[in-house]
C-alpha cells in the first residue's frame, strides 16, 4: 500500500521482508549485529564465514543458540548456513538438513573474500556432497568468483559464470542455486538465462553505488566490498533486474562489518555495513529508479518463494521522514562506519 501528498510518496507498506544473506560475526559483536538485523527483517540467511567457519552441523547449530542468547526483536528467525570445505561430506549434509534449522550450504571458493581460506579449491571436489544436497533439497549457496590472480579483480565474477558455475548448474539440474550479491551485466544475464532453480540475491550498496564512488577523488575504504562494485553500466543492469519483477531476483543485503580501524589502513578489509538502514536504502534505490512499487516484491516475496517457505504475514512501513547516519556505530567493544555515514537516509520504518 502506498500514500502519496501531492506527488510524493509519503508512506509504503509492504510485507514484512527477509534478509536472505547477512554476516553477523560472534562473540561481543553479536548484541549489535542481531539488534540492527531483527529490528523488521523477519528471517535472515546467516553467512557462516566465522573464525573458524561453521563447517558442521554442531557448530552451525551452536553458532544459531549465540545468536537467539544476544535477544532478537521480535520473531526473528535466523537460517543457518554450512560452510562447504573440501572435506565436507554428504552424510554432514543430510545431518543438517534433518535439523530443520540448516537450510542451506555455502560455496566459498578458497581465498575469495574475508574467511574464505577453508573454502573450496576445486569445484569437482564437493560433486558427491552438492549431490547430496540435490537429494535432500538443501539450498546452494554461492560466492561467485574465481580466485587466479592472474584474473582481474573486475572480471572475477564473469569469469566464474563462464568456467564454473555454467558446469554446475548443467550437472544438477534439481539443486536451487543462489548466485549471491551479483555485481555485473553479465550475472544479470546468467541468472536470467538460467532454469528456474536459479537465483540471485542483490545488495542495496551495488544498486546505489559504483566504482566512481569507491574510487574517484579519493579512495573511499567503506565501499570496498567483494565482489568489487563494478563501473555503472553494470548497477544500471543490477537496477533494471531488481525492479523487473522477475522473481530470480531478492534481497540481500551482504551487510558485513569490520571494525572501523580494519577498513580505514593500508590494507582494509572487504565489507560494508547496511544492517542499520538495509531497506531504508534499497527504498531510495528503488524511488530513484522510479519504481518504489517493485520493492515489496524484491524485497519480501520472491525470496521466500525460491526457498520454499511462507511469506511474512505481518507488514511493516516505511514514512518519508529524513534522518542522518550517525559517523559509527558500536560494534562489540569498537566501531564500525556504515554505508551513508553522516549522510541523509530519506526513508524511515515506523
Ligand atoms: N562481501 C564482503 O566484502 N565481505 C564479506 C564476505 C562476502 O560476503 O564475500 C565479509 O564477511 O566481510
Ligand atoms: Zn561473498
Ligand atoms: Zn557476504
Known amino acids: 500500500m502506498i500514500s502519496k501528498t501531492k506527488d510524493a510518496i509519503t508512506t509504503l507498506t509492504i510485507t514484512r521482508p527477509d534478509d536472505w544473506h547477512v554476516h553477523l560475526r560472534d562473540g561481543d559483536q553479536l548484541k549489535d549485529t542481531v539488534r540492527d538485523i531483527s529490528r523488521y527483517m523477519g528471517r535472515a540467511i546467516i553467512m557462516p564465514n566465522l573464525v573458524p567457519p561453521a563447517t558442521c552441523t554442531d557448530t552451525a547449530l551452536e553458532y544459531r543458540a549465540r545468536i537467539m542468547a544476544a535477544g532478537p526483536q521480535g520473531d526473528f528467525e535466523p537460517l543457518m548456513v554450512l560452510y562447504l570445505t573440501d572435506k565436507t561430506t554428504p552424510e554432514e549434509i543430510k545431518k543438517a538438513k534433518e535439523t530443520g534449522k540448516i537450510v542451506a550450504a555455502k560455496l566459498y571458493p578458497a581465498g575469495a573474500t574475508t574467511n574464505s581460506d577453508s ?39 564473469k569469469v566464474f559464470l563462464d568456467t564454473i558455475l555454467g558446469d554446475v548448474v548443467n550437472d544438477f539440474p534439481e539443486l536451487k542455486i543462489v548466485l549471491e550479491h551479483i555485481t555485473t551485466k553479465d550475472a544479470v544475464e546468467f541468472v536470467v538465462n538460467a532454469p528456474d532453480n536459479v537465483a540471485a540475491t542483490i545488495t542495496a550498496h551495488h544498486l546505489l553505488y559504483n566504482r566512481n564512488h569507491m574510487l574517484a577523488g579519493g579512495i573511499r575504504p567503506h565501499y570496498y566490498c567483494l565482489p568489487i562494485l563494478k563501473r555503472n553500466t553494470h548497477q544500471q543492469a543490477l537496477m533494471a533486474a531488481a525492479i523487473s519483477g522477475n522473481k530470480k531476483f531478492f534481497l540481500g543485503t551482504d551487510s558485513a562489518p569490520h571494525y572501523k580501524d580494519k577498513k580505514e589502513a593500508a590494507c582494509g578489509c572487504a565489507g560494508a555495513y547496511t544492517a542499520h538502514a538495509a531497506i531504508e536504502l534499497y527504498a531510495e534505490a528503488f524511488e530513484e529508479a522510479g ?8 524485497a519480501s516475496h520472491f525470496g521466500p518463494d525460491f526457498y520454499g517457505v511462507m511469506r511474512n504475514q505481518d507488514t511493516i512501513t516505511l514514512q518519508r521522514n529524513p534522518w542522518r547516519v550517525p559517523a559509527s556505530y558500536s560494534l562489540g567493544d569498537s566501531q564500525v562506519v556504515p554505508i551513508k555515514a553522516e549522510d541523509m537516509i530519506e526513508w524511515e520504518v515506523s
Not at 568468483?145 to 579483480?153: A, F, G, K, L, R
Not at 519504481?291 to 524484491?298: I, M, P, S, W
Open 291 to 298: 519504481a518504489l512499487d517493485k520493492l515489496e516484491g524484491f
Open 119 to 157: 573454502g573450496v579449491t576445486s569445484v569437482k571436489n564437493i560433486y558427491s556432497v552438492l549431490k547430496a544436497m540435490q537429494e535432500v533439497g538443501m539450498l546452494l549457496l554461492v560466492h561467485g568468483e574465481v580466485t587466479d590472480s592472474s584474473i582481474d579483480i573486475f572480471d572475477r565474477e
